[in-house]
């Protein structure tokens, strides 16, 4: 598990003015490694664009209830750092993932990761398809669709939701999508003890892993229920 440290922000930023690639990029690599991870120069630029990305369209699209672009570092990208490890196999179905979290991170990090990000709102799933144009993201696409209608032409390895749905509603919607021995991974809050009791746990393997992105953060909690084979 990588060691924590205290936390140092980045500087306050506007959603007014976007900050420069460099100072997102700086503001990374510094958070990254008072939490522990170690972000490459290509997919901290290609994260730093993302946000860039990501907060200018914020301006009109309300993507995300996060406005200053350093704070997003913290709340958006770390905070999807925390499930790199829970990721098993080549294909990857991010559940919800609203502006691409943590899925699209999860892909700069892991180029060799085939990842389709779902979302039935329109305009997430067009600012989603506008970074993985711009980031030329060729392991990536976008799929605006209910997880109860999605039809993938092969069976997915991992599949992931970031506080979403339930996790009984994970589990439900995603079983008859995932390949033997593969994994759902519930990334929330607090740790959700009474959603566990919702799950059917049979052919399951059920862990909690509370994982702290830095002291003074609050954890994040993954549920990792790996599917019998």
């Given at each position: 598990m990588?060691?924590?440290?205290?936390?140092?922000?980045c500087?306050?930023?506007?959603?007014?003015i976007?900050?420069?690639?460099?100072a997102?990029e700086s503001?990374l690599?510094?958070?990254a490694?008072?939490?522990?991870?170690?972000i490459?120069?290509s997919?901290?630029l290609?994260?730093?664009r993302?946000?860039?990305?990501?907060?200018?369209?914020?301006r009109?699209?309300?993507?995300?209830?996060v406005?200053?672009?350093?704070?997003?570092?913290e709340?958006?990208?770390?905070?999807?750092?925390t499930?790199?490890?829970?990721v098993c196999?080549?294909?990857?179905l991010?559940v919800?993932?609203?502006?691409?979290?943590p899925?699209?991170?999860?892909?700069?990090?892991?180029?060799?990761?085939?990842?389709?990000?779902?979302?039935s709102v329109?305009?997430?799933t067009?600012?989603?398809?506008?970074a993985?144009?711009?980031?030329?993201l060729?392991?990536v696409?976008?799929?605006?669709?209910?997880?109860?209608d999605?039809?993938?032409a092969?069976?997915?390895?991992?599949?992931?939701s970031r506080?979403?749905?339930?996790?009984?509603?994970?589990?439900?919607g995603a079983?008859p999508l995932?390949?033997p021995?593969?994994?759902?991974v519930?990334?929330?809050?607090?740790?959700p003890l009474?959603e566990l009791?919702a799950?059917?746990?049979?052919g399951?393997?059920?862990r909690i892993?509370?994982?702290?992105r830095s002291?003074?953060c609050?954890?994040?909690?993954l549920v990792?229920?790996?599917i019998?084979?």
């Open positions: 990588p060691k924590r440290s205290a936390r140092k922000p500087p306050a930023g506007s959603p007014a976007l900050p420069s690639l460099e997102l503001c690599e510094e958070q490694v008072r939490s522990g991870y170690k490459p120069a997919p901290r290609l994260l730093a993302y946000l860039s990305l990501l907060a200018k369209w914020n009109t699209s309300n993507l995300t209830a406005r200053d672009p350093f704070e997003m570092v709340r958006h990208v770390l905070d999807s750092l499930a790199l490890e829970s196999g080549g294909r990857l991010d919800g993932t609203g502006a691409g979290l899925g699209m991170v999860l892909a700069i990090m892991l180029p060799d990761l085939h990842c389709t990000l779902l979302d329109g305009k997430k067009r600012f989603c398809a506008q993985v144009l711009e980031l030329g060729r392991n696409e976008v799929a605006r669709e209910r997880l109860a999605h039809r993938p092969r069976p997915y390895s991992t599949v992931i506080a979403a749905m339930s996790v009984a509603e994970l589990v439900a079983k995932i390949s021995s593969g994994r759902i519930a990334m929330k809050g607090p740790r009474p009791d799950i059917d746990g049979e399951l393997s059920i892993e509370d994982v702290r002291v003074g609050p954890p994040t909690t990792l229920i790996d019998a084979g």
